[in-house]
C-alpha cells in the first residue's frame, strides 16, 4: 500500500512539473534571447506561443506596440531560418518539424523599446508516438488481467515513465538554455574586460600624446627665443 502511495504522490507531483511549461521572461532592449524545444522524431507538429505581457517605451514615451522579432532555426540549419517575422506583438502558430532534434526559437527586442516581459510556449506532438501511445492503450484494454491490483500498478508505472520522459526533455531544454546563459556571460565578460584594456591604452596613448605636444612647444619655443637673440 505504501508504495503505491508513494507513486502516486510522486506522479502527481510530476504532473505539476509538467504542467509549468509556459515560460515568462524578460527581453532586455536590442537583445536576443534563444529557447530550445527537442522533438524525438520526424514530422511532428510543432505549435509556439507568445505574447508581450506590457506595452512598451520609447524614449520615455508609452507606446501601445512593443513589437518583437523572432526567428525559428531547424535542427539542420543554424544559420537560415526556416522562419523569421518582425513586429509581431503576440501570435500563436503551427508547423511542422520535418527533421528530429533540436529547435531554436530566437526572440528580439528592437532597440527603441526598454526591456519587454514575454509569456512564451512550445509543445509538439508526434503522430507516430500518438499512434504507438494508443495502440498500447488498446492493448492494456483487450488484455485481460486477473488482478486489478497488478493493473492499477502497472498503469501508475507507465504514466510514471512517460512524466519522467517529459521531465528528461524539460531538463534537456533547461541545460541548452544555461549552456546558453554561460557563453553569454563569457562574451560579456570578454566585452567588458576588452573595452576596459582599450580605455587603458588610450589613456596611455593621451598622456604619451600629450608629453610629446609639451616637449615640441618647449623645443619650438627655444629655437625661436635662440633665433631672436642672434
Not at 111 to 118: R, T
Not at 133 to 146: G, M, P, S, T
Not at 168 to 182: C, D, P, V
Request: some cysteine; hydrophobic content about 35%.
Amino acid at each position: 500500500m505504501l508504495p503505491a502511495l508513494l507513486i502516486l504522490y510522486l506522479g502527481a507531483f510530476i504532473t505539476i512539473l509538467e504542467k509549468a511549461s509556459p515560460i515568462t521572461f524578460i527581453l532586455d532592449k536590442n537583445k536576443q534571447e534563444c529557447f530550445y524545444l527537442l522533438t524525438p522524431d520526424t514530422d511532428c507538429e510543432i505549435t509556439y506561443y507568445f505574447s508581450s505581457t506590457q506595452d512598451g517605451t520609447s524614449e520615455g514615451i508609452t507606446t501601445n506596440k512593443p513589437d518583437l522579432n523572432y526567428e525559428i532555426f531547424a535542427p539542420d540549419s543554424r544559420d537560415v531560418p526556416i522562419i523569421s517575422k518582425q513586429n509581431e506583438r503576440k501570435g500563436q502558430w503551427g508547423f511542422v518539424g520535418k527533421h528530429r532534434g533540436e529547435y531554436s526559437f530566437c526572440f528580439k527586442n528592437p532597440s527603441l523599446y526598454d526591456p519587454i516581459p514575454v509569456e512564451l510556449e512550445l509543445t509538439y506532438k508526434c503522430e507516430k508516438q500518438s499512434s504507438l501511445d494508443k495502440k498500447r492503450a488498446i492493448r492494456r484494454q483487450e488484455h485481460k488481467i486477473e488482478h486489478p491490483i497488478e493493473q492499477i500498478s502497472e498503469q501508475m508505472y507507465i504514466s510514471l515513465s512517460d512524466r519522467l520522459d517529459s521531465i528528461e526533455r524539460q531538463l534537456y531544454m533547461l541545460e541548452k538554455n544555461m549552456k546558453y546563459y554561460i557563453t553569454r556571460n563569457d562574451r560579456n565578460h570578454y566585452t567588458v574586460s576588452s573595452t576596459v584594456n582599450r580605455i587603458t591604452m588610450f589613456s596611455i596613448y593621451g598622456i604619451l600624446l600629450i608629453i610629446g605636444m609639451s616637449w615640441c612647444q618647449i623645443m619650438i619655443l627655444k629655437w625661436i627665443f635662440n633665433r631672436s637673440r642672434k
